[in-house]
């Protein structure tokens, strides 16, 4: 059984008035082992007209961050834990419900104004012999939150999903367990200046948040150093 413990979660959030409302993926199992990786910028040093050469040391932004995973799901436990809601979706559904939340993770949310109602306004607003072709703006993918305990809460994009279902039931071949090998990009500063109103705010908040803390542990960690140093270097 999954058992009352902290887990993580991915914690979409759909742009609504007046606030977003959030869509929680709560992990039934936390992964065993997780993948944190950093990607340095590339260099940012450019030859100027006088062809002098760039500092080879200069970098032309963050770094960037991702964490990769694999979620195990088994929708007997859901059903064994008891609870009147989820074990009968279990029941009807295996663990389709849950993929089917982080499949939809990779599909670009409907722009204001935009698909099929945009496209109308968009033609009954045209003047008559006027051109009518508008712009329809491109759907953006949603605002993902990767919630890992109070020390990491991240604005995410989902950049890699692979499932691998692994049982069925014998009714309607849903499926009753499965893997979900995950990778997620963690947002930069640059990208999130495209996500605007509230769900902007919210977003830079917990990078923000998230990254001071990282910081503050950083300099937690001199008390360690300070000692273990010295003797070391010869000057």
Do not use: C
């Not at 887990?7 to 869509?23: H, M, Q, W, Y």
């Not at 991702?66 to 059903?79: E, G, R, V, Y």
């Not at 990009?185 to 495209?194: D, G, N, R």
């Amino acid at each position: 059984m999954a058992g009352n413990y902290l887990r993580g979660a991915l914690i979409e959030f759909t742009e609504s008035f007046p606030l977003p409302v959030p869509n929680l993926i709560l992990f039934q199992y936390n992964p065993e082992t997780m993948t944190h990786t950093w990607t340095p910028s590339k260099s940012g040093g450019i030859d100027g007209p006088e062809q002098r050469p760039h500092n080879p040391l200069s970098i032309s932004g963050p770094p960037e961050e991702s964490f990769s995973f694999k979620l195990a799901m088994d929708s007997n436990d859901t059903i064994a834990d008891g609870n009147p809601v989820t074990a009968g979706l279990a029941k009807a559904s295996g663990v389709y419900p849950r993929l089917a939340a982080l499949e939809m993770l990779l599909f670009p949310t409907a722009p204001p104004g935009g698909g099929l109602v945009g496209s109308i306004s968009s033609a009954l607003g045209g003047s008559a012999g006027a051109s009518t072709a508008t712009s329809v703006p491109a759907g953006q993918i949603p605002t993902v939150f990767f919630v890992w305990g109070l020390g990491r809460i991240a604005p995410v994009r989902l950049s890699s999903l692979k499932i691998t279902e692994q049982l069925y039931d014998s009714q309607l071949l849903s499926p009753v367990q499965a893997e979900a090998e995950i990778e997620l990009k963690v947002l930069t500063a640059p990208e999130l200046q495209f996500i605007t109103g509230k769900l902007g705010t919210l977003a830079r908040a917990a990078a923000k948040y998230t990254t001071g803390l990282r910081e503050a542990l950083a300099i937690a960690n001199l008390t360690n150093s300070t000692e273990s140093i010295a003797g070391m270097l010869p000057f």
